[in-house]
């Protein structure tokens, strides 16, 4: 089981137990992931930590003082 954080603007979006579907964009030396339609976005990771689901599970959505975060579930 892999975890990713994402990041998103506002709350109310999401809630645990989601199922959302991950859309990979790609930077010239990086990849980042974008949550269902648009609702977060992943930090950039390279080549080698490359995600290879296509959806994942919430399973944490939680704020700090840095705004509201999501972690999600992939089975990898």
Known sequence: MRQMEFKMERTGLLKEGDILPVTEGRLPTS???TLGKAYAMSANYSYSERLHSKEGRVAKVHET???YFVTVEFDE
């Open 31 to 33: 990849y980042y992931y």
């Open 65 to 67: 003082p840095k705004g």
